[in-house]
């Protein structure tokens, strides 16, 4: 008897019947694309550790969304830099914040674009933590949902399609699933960063959203990276308030979790491939150390392929260009 492995090779070795038999494709429908909202007028200001993402104002952001749409990529989601920030987050709740002037211009130019918003504290307050503070400085988690709540329903009244809570308060999808029942958005699904690790790979989020608390860190209410079965306790409860869809954040060190959380809950899986992971690929692209475009296309494949639906990712537009090209 032959052994297989020759006919392995052979499956392996025309492209076309690698392509035939392979287990996962990626598909410009599965990327989410994050723009950064940032106050003022005629901005396109690009982040420094993160060549190719720029923060434009509101009046320039559909220079880039005219772009995301041309390519085919069906969904954005906003980040606000407000010019105000203080102790309350309060200009998260504004009706012409920088988020919700651009979720309304990006709906109006675009109905079928789907618009999520994420909904977090970190950008909005003084201090750079995701909620509001006790007078001994920890974050007081109950005192913090109703902000949430609120900021969430401004989103969905600007017309956002999903909400994003992304500050990991115990309670808040609840607070949130509430909030908007209650004003007549029942039908806006909420994606909640379930899984989100108490991680370095977020720096260079922080600097574009110049969200890096002033004291402290995040630990207390972000996961510890060596923990799986806490990923479960979470998510599920999450789901038990409401949630409609459930992140891992970050994404390539969490592939485990990402598998974990496909296997146990019948629910979309959203992946963030987050700043710190583009910006490791794109330095090491520039120094000609890696293969650039392969090593996105393979990182993404394996967020896939670990059992992301989709995968929210600064390479959206990168990795669209070269979908087309094949
Ligand atoms: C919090 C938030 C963060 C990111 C998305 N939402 C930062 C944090 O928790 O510090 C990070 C995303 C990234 O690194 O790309 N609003």
């Known amino acids: 008897m032959e052994f297989p492995y020759l006919r392995l090779r052979r499956l392996r070795k025309s492209q076309t019947i690698r392509d035939m038999v392979r287990e996962t494709h990626l598909s410009v429908k599965d990327f989410i694309y994050p723009l950064f909202v940032v106050h003022g007028k005629n901005k396109k200001e690009e982040i420094k ?64 674009m789907v618009v999520i918003t994420d909904v977090c504290l970190c950008e909005y307050t003084s201090h750079g933590h995701c909620g509001i503070l006790t007078k001994k400085g920890d974050v007081d988690n109950d005192a913090t949902l109703e902000v949430l709540a609120e900021e969430a329903l401004s989103h969905a009244r600007a017309g956002a399609d999903i909400v994003a809570p992304s500050d990991m308060m115990d309670g808040r999808v609840l607070a949130i699933r509430e909030k908007l029942d209650e004003n007549g958005y029942e039908h806006i699904p909420i994606l909640s960063y379930s899984v989100k690790y108490a991680s370095a790979f977020y720096g260079p989020f922080r600097d574009a959203a110049e969200s890096t608390p002033a004291f402290g860190d995040r630990r207390s209410y972000q996961m510890d990276p060596g923990n799986a079965k806490e990923a479960i306790r979470e998510a599920t409860l999450d789901i038990n308030e409401g949630a409609d ?47 650039e475009n392969r090593v996105m296309m393979e990182i993404l494949l394996s967020i896939k392929r670990a059992g992301a639906d989709l995968i929210i990712t600064y390479h959206a537009k990168e990795a669209a260009k070269l979908l087309q090209l094949k």
């Not at 749409?69 to 989601?77: D, F, N, R, T």
């Not at 709740?93 to 675009?110: C, N, S």
């Not at 490791?280 to 293969?291: F, N, P, T």
């Open 49 to 112: 550790s993160m060549p190719g993402i720029f923060r434009y104002s509101v009046d320039r952001i559909m220079e880039e969304v005219d772009e995301v749409y041309e390519l085919g990529i069906p969904a954005v989601i906003l980040f606000g830099i407000p010019s105000h920030k203080d102790e309350q987050g309060s200009s998260a709740l504004r009706d012409d914040g920088e988020v919700q002037q651009a979720v309304r211009k990006i709906k109006k130019k675009y109905p079928d």
């Open 245 to 291: 869809m459930i992140m891992v954040k970050p994404a390539l060190s969490y592939l485990d979790i990402i598998s974990l959380l496909a296997d146990e809950f019948p629910y979309p899986i959203v992946a963030y491939n987050v700043s710190g992971e583009y910006s490791m690929v794109k330095a090491a692209g520039k120094l000609g150390w890696i293969d």
